[in-house]
């Protein structure tokens, strides 16, 4: 070590690198994956206190427990992961502090894990027979720091990272996109707190006596602050945020008395003038950095022999989409009740009806983001209903909605990429695989060629105006290779040009072999658009068939302008 | 001695519930976790025992109170939580937690690190009927608390800004389009909760005869496990969570003896959660 560090800075620095692993951890959970966690520390102490059992009693070496610490506390993680599922945004946050509480109590009151009293005795690991000194513990503890910094940059750009990143921006539209949610969360969960575990492990042996205290809820803000206070969902922001207001605590001392004042009064300000932190995407610091160093992805032109989509053209009268007496409930209202539809291959079916009809409800049946009250749904013969949107979204179902919901955050481009993953997304070795590689961005660019959105490719969604972010659904929908594309009032809201040019644009998706079912208001359109058509009224279907026979049955009539006349 | 519990843990339980009242008002119009929601009720506490101390008046100690509090909650919508408002939910939550941090430590430093005796002189003695005792202390609660909660619920149902904060907090952007002056019904929202909890940390002062900094670190997070319990924006059921909280510490703590006590509460919340993930009144 350099001359003139002395032990009270290898100290702090220490100190610092053992909160950037669990910033780094928790950035994982809370950053990349949007999940709220307020008990991370909880899980900091359930490594601390395995590595101190597994040394002192388990007789293990340093380097023996220090996983098996890690793994422990992952797997608690995992309950957590299991429970996150179950638990809206808000729940969630406030269990996230109740399992903390819960687990200091039981480092406290259980003698196991030595009450009040802690653990102690646990000695500074031996390397060759040797103890290392705490300058070389610090070389030990900044080792493992570069590796996970390595480690998290590199799963950022897998399918991995691009999965959480759909699931912090919209779990419903990731899950149309083939994200498995569920299983994006868990890992997350277990990866954000063996990393927590790692920091425990390492802090046992740097402290060299656990105790409950250092593990408790107002371990967890501090954690939680330098994650926000440096830039949530940023490996940067993690590692800047804990390093500062380790450090920044510190200089206070020499203003002692007003410490926590001036820690929170940061915390205030940070977060009311910087909200995305100090190196957040939309600092200023951060927006001066990524125009330095982030390029985004350059445009591909797509070679004339890209392969053709290998659906055979025109209909052969097989159904592709069978809906078999489909019904769904919401407390005592049938929104569907009993509808049947059966859609053959490059057929366009337009489902339409009144408001209230049922028909957005039908649509989420189809793609599973309401289970049936009764009833099955059939692709290719094969049921499907009971599965997990992102299953039959992978299957081959795509989907668009009529309030569009794009990944707000993400560019145009990305907003693709993401349904790009859906064969990787199901397989964990895959998931792995570096996300937009050449033939990946290829295919994206060649999808926004093909819905006019590539001048655009790097806007952030949120920033389209409707009639773009409506093809921007559409591509998102395209992207998973979908046999069938159910469009939730794609012309809805569009001008006049534009409704044109969705209509080609669908027409062109049946001419090379993809199924198409339509909610539509706009009945000439409709007219128009549709091979056959699907009326609902009142969660019913009342007519099927032809546009023109559609048009002349005496019940829709009455459906869309009420019985004419006196009762 | 059960039915003495119970009694000593509804009063408890009823200021828990002024307070908790006060945090779903601030969480249905706002939807932020509103910690500082903890040092609103503790600058209460200091401005009740402040008042008290130079005037000898519980009244002008309530009214000040309920008056600073109130003040300082709707400066604090203002400033920090309208504009951080389209941000994601962790950044005003992050921002009240600071605000907790240094309200708390402002404390400390303008009064003193310790307690401040609360020792106010009440019009009655304590009231007996058959095995239950009434101290004065309850009974102040129970006269001061009742009424606040009556308040509140009439403002909530019968008034037209009640009827603006529930529809706030149903569907933002239509009671908007409907003529809500969203401003105006947030700040009188966040103006009643913190009035309450100005008037909840009054109550507390003189319960326990104590005023220290450290008062809010408690109800902090243990007002968000009452809300939650009730089910996040149910007033109802936050004012009902905080009773059967305060009776069931009263009753476990006095049948078992000493326990991990806020863990309680906690692992009781996780399980319930577990089985009905919108909480015991909440809707889905």
């Given at each position: 070590m350099p001359a003139g560090l002395g032990l009270y800075h290898v100290t702090v620095a220490i100190t610092a690198a053992i909160y950037v692993i669990l910033a780094i951890g928790l950035n994982i959970i809370a950053?990349?994956?949007g999940q709220p966690s307020l008990g991370h520390a909880a899980f900091w102490g359930i490594g601390a206190y395995a590595q101190a059992l597994l040394v002192t009693?388990?007789?293990?070496?340093f380097w023996e427990a220090l996983p098996l610490s890690a793994l422990t506390a992952g797997l608690v993680g995992a309950l957590l992961g299991a429970i996150s599922i179950r638990l809206r945004e808000d729940f969630l946050a406030i269990t996230t502090i109740g399992i903390n509480f819960v687990v200091v109590s039981v480092f406290l009151y259980t003698p196991f894990f030595g009450g009040s009293l802690g653990i102690g005795g646990v000695l500074p690991p031996t390397l060759g027979g040797t103890a290392l000194t705490k300058p070389a513990y610090l070389g030990l503890v900044a080792l493992v720091v570069a590796g996970l910094a390595v480690l998290d940059i590199w799963l950022r750009r897998t399918w991995l990272g691009v999965g959480w990143t759909a699931l912090r921006e919209d779990e419903v539209t990731a899950e149309t996109c083939g994200v498995d949610t569920r299983r994006f969360k868990i890992i997350a969960f277990v990866l954000g707190t063996a990393l927590a575990g790692l920091a425990g492990g390492l802090y046992a042996h740097f402290i060299q006596f656990v105790e409950y205290?250092?593990?408790?809820f107002p371990a967890s803000v501090a954690i939680l602050s330098m994650v926000a206070v440096g830039g949530l969902g940023t490996l940067r922001g993690a590692v800047v945020g804990a390093v500062l207001l380790t450090v920044l605590p510190e200089a206070f001392r020499v203003v002692s008395d007003y410490r926590m004042l001036l820690y929170g009064a940061t915390l205030v300000l940070v977060m009311r003038y910087q909200p995305s932190g100090l190196?957040?995407?939309?600092s200023w610091l951060g927006r001066a950095l990524d125009r330095r160093l982030v390029h985004p992805p350059r445009r591909v032109e797509p070679r004339?022999?890209?392969?053709?989509?290998?659906l055979a053209a025109?209909?052969?009268?097989?159904?592709?989409l069978e809906v078999r007496g489909v019904s769904k409930r919401f407390a005592g209202l049938w929104?569907?009740?009993d509808v049947s539809v059966e859609v053959r291959r490059g057929e366009i079916v337009g489902i339409v009806g009144p408001n209230g009809a049922g028909k957005t409800t039908l649509f989420n049946v189809i793609c599973g983001l309401l289970p049936p009250d009764g009833g099955q749904v059939l692709l290719d013969g094969r049921p499907v209903h009971g599965l997990r949107p992102s299953e039959i979204a992978r299957s081959g179902v795509g989907r668009t909605f009529q309030i569009t919901r794009p990944l707000?955050?993400?560019?145009v481009l990305m907003n693709v990429v993401v349904a790009l993953g859906h064969a990787h997304y199901p397989r964990p070795w895959r998931r792995l695989r570096r996300a937009a590689d050449p033939a990946v961005l290829e295919r994206a660019w060649a999808i926004l060629e093909r819905t006019g959105l590539a001048d655009h490719a790097?806007?952030?969604?949120?920033?389209?105006p409707l009639g773009m972010q409506r093809r921007l659904e559409v591509a998102r929908a395209l992207a998973l290779d979908p046999t069938v594309v159910l469009l939730d009032?794609?012309?809805?809201?569009?001008?006049a040009a534009e409704i044109e040019e969705m209509v080609a644009l669908i027409r062109a998706l049946r001419d090379e072999g993809r199924t198409l079912l339509v909610v539509e208001h706009n009945m000439p359109v409709a007219m128009r658009l549709c091979d056959r058509m699907v009326v609902m009224h009142y969660g019913e279907k009342i007519a099927e068939g032809p546009p023109a026979q559609v048009q002349a049955d005496p019940r829709v009539q009455e459906a869309y302008l009420g019985r004419l006349g006196v009762r | 001695m059960l039915v003495q519990q119970v009694v000593n843990g509804l009063t408890i339980g009823a200021i828990y519930a002024v307070v908790a009242l006060g945090l779903t008002l601030v969480y249905g119009v706002l939807?932020?976790?509103?910690?500082a929601h903890a040092g609103i009720y503790a600058l209460g506490g200091y401005l009740g025992v402040a008042t008290y101390a130079r005037t000898h008046s519980l009244v002008l100690a309530f009214a000040t109170a309920t008056a600073g509090s109130g003040a300082a909650g709707w400066l604090v919508q203002r400033w920090i939580y309208l504009p951080l408002l389209?941000?994601?939910?962790?950044v005003p939550l992050i921002a009240s937690i600071g605000l907790y941090i240094a309200l708390e430590d402002l404390f400390r430093l303008v009064a003193g690190p310790y307690s401040l005796a609360f020792s106010a002189r009440l019009p009655v003695g304590p009231l007996t009927m058959g095995s239950v005792t009434f101290t004065p202390a309850q009974l102040l609660v129970a006269a001061v608390g009742a009424p606040l909660l009556a308040v509140a619920w009439w403002v909530l149902t019968r008034t037209k800004v009640g009827l603006a904060w529930r529809a706030l907090a149903d569907d933002p952007p239509m009671a908007a389009a409907t003529g809500v002056d969203v401003g105006r019904a947030v700040g009188l929202n966040v103006l009643l909760g913190s009035a309450l909890a100005g008037a909840a940390g009054v109550l507390v002062g003189v319960f326990f005869n104590a005023v220290e900094p450290t008062m809010g670190s408690v109800p902090a997070y243990k007002g968000l496990a009452i809300i939650v319990l009730g089910g996040l924006g149910s007033y109802a059921g936050a004012v009902a969570a905080a009773l059967l909280l305060g009776v069931v510490e009263a009753v476990a703590i006095g049948t078992v003896?000493?326990?991990?006590r806020d863990a309680l509460a906690f692992l009781a919340l996780i399980a319930i959660l577990l089985v009905r993930p919108q909480g015991l009144w909440g809707r889905r």
């Open positions: 950053g990349y994956a009693r388990g007789g293990l070496s205290r250092d593990f408790g190196l957040g995407p939309g004339p022999h890209l392969p053709a989509p290998a025109g209909s052969d009268g097989r159904p592709v929104a569907v009740r707000a955050g993400l560019s790097h806007v952030p969604a949120r920033a389209l009032e794609p012309l809805g809201g569009l001008a | 939807r932020i976790l509103h910690v389209s941000q994601p939910r962790i003896g000493l326990l991990p």
